[in-house]
Structure formats: C-alpha cells, structure tokens
C-alpha cells in the first residue's frame, strides 16, 4: 500500500541550526502538505503546496521557514534557524486534490527536538 | 474561539466496554467536511473517516460508528467492544471553505483513549 515516507524518524539539532525535514509523498498525489504538533498538543496546520508553489500558509509559517519540491519525489520543509519552541513532531501529508474533501495521508512524523 | 472542541482529555476504559469520543465544531460555512484521526503511540495519523456537510446518515464500519449531528454541530465517534488495540489519542478535524483552504485541517485537542485489559 502506498504511504508517505517521512525522514529522519528523529532529528535532534542545537538552537540557531538550520535543519531540513525530508518528505516522499505518494507518487501520484499532487497537493502537499506540512502540520506541526508540540508534544500533548494539538496538531496544527503549517502550508500546503500544489503546482510548486505554497498554496496556503499559517501564522506559524514564518519566514524562519520555507517549503520546496527539488525533485519529482521530494517535499522538504527548511527551518532556517531554529528555536527551542520549534521543538514538535511534524507531519508531512499528501492528497490526490485540494480542497474540503481532501483526504490527507499522513507520514509517520520527524520528532524535532532542538536543545 | 475553538473551531473544533474535543472535551474529553482523557478516557479510560475496560476491555470490550463501548465508549464515545464527542467532538463539537463550530463553523459559519454550509459547506464543509469532518474527519476523525487516530494517533497510535507509535505516533502516525491514522485516517479512519470523513464526513461532508450535507450527509447526516451514521455510519457503522465494524466496532466503529460515527454520529453526525448538525443540530448540535456534533461528530461523536464510538468504539464498540473496545480492545486494548484501540489505545491512542483521537482526533477529530474540520474542512471548510473559507476562500482561501486548500482542504487544510483544523483539529481538536484530541482524547487519549486508554483501553485496559
């Protein structure tokens, strides 16, 4: 069955690092997305990307961050330099379409740790 | 205000017990969808039903049923015969159309449901 790759599992950074999360959405999908969820939180929508570009962006998804599709199988999500409150599991997600009837299929999630 | 309240932090159960997971929202669309998530201690999200806005029917898919209320803004999911297996948080979400979504989710807090043995 076809499932959204995510990596790494965990990433543990230092404060002010910049860190790449890796994404590999299903193949034939075309609307890309990224959530954050702070540990016992709420999971918390960042962007959504379609057709190369970022469709719709949060509050949360700040300049720190930006979003890019290098190659026909990649979606990464960069965090220029990071914090301590960035510290969150995030979730990368794929869909056929956009829109309200989107069903999202979720990666397993890169546990964010920054010290 | 919240757009998707999940009241219940925490449930605990025995197994083979039914539960109910409520979920109440609040949107100013006619038009939108309901999900609900299950997030395993392994830590994915785990899609297990959408629900748009203009079909009230219940559903049933095995020890799973969803009752969908727009009277009360309410999607209420409950486990039947509940099994350890089914320890995780739930989440429930919307979509709606507010002119900008792409079909981003807004989630609920989320219920830890724990089923003992």
């Known amino acids: 069955e076809p499932e959204v790759t995510q990596t790494p599992s965990h990433q543990v950074t230092q404060m002010g690092q910049e860190v790449i999360l890796r994404c590999v959405p299903i193949?034939?999908?075309?609307?890309f997305y990224w959530y954050r969820q702070i540990l016992g939180q709420k999971v918390e929508f960042l962007v959504s990307?379609?057709?190369?570009?970022?469709?719709?962006k949060s509050e949360i998804f700040d300049d720190q961050f930006s979003v890019e599709r290098p190659d026909g199988s990649n979606f990464t999500l960069k965090i220029r330099s990071t914090k301590l409150e960035d510290s969150a599991m995030y979730f990368c997600?794929?869909?056929?379409?956009?829109?309200?009837?989107?069903?999202?299929?979720f990666g397993q999630g890169t546990r964010l740790t920054v010290v | 205000a919240q757009k998707v309240t999940q009241a219940q932090t925490e449930i605990s159960v025995v197994e083979k017990e039914d539960v109910t997971l409520d979920c109440v929202y609040e949107?100013?669309?006619?038009?939108?969808?309901l999900f609900w998530y299950k997030q395993p201690p392994s830590g994915e999200l785990v899609f297990l039903i959408r629900?748009?806005?203009?079909?009230?029917q219940n559903e049933i898919s095995g020890r799973y049923s969803w009752n969908f209320q727009k009277s009360t803004s309410s999607f209420n999911f409950t486990i039947t015969a509940s099994q350890v297996v089914d320890s995780a948080v739930y989440f429930c979400?919307?979509?709606?159309?507010?002119?900008?979504?792409?079909?981003?989710?807004?989630f609920g807090k989320g219920t830890k449901l724990s089923v003992k043995p």
């Open positions: 990307f379609y057709n190369n570009e970022i469709s719709e």
């Open positions: 997600a794929s869909s056929v379409s956009g829109g309200l009837a989107t069903e999202a299929f």
């Open positions: 193949s034939n999908h075309l609307y």
């Open positions: 949107t100013r669309d006619t038009t939108y969808y």
């Open positions: 629900r748009n806005s203009f079909d009230e």
């Open positions: 979400a919307l979509s709606e159309a507010d002119g900008r979504s792409q079909g981003n989710l807004i």
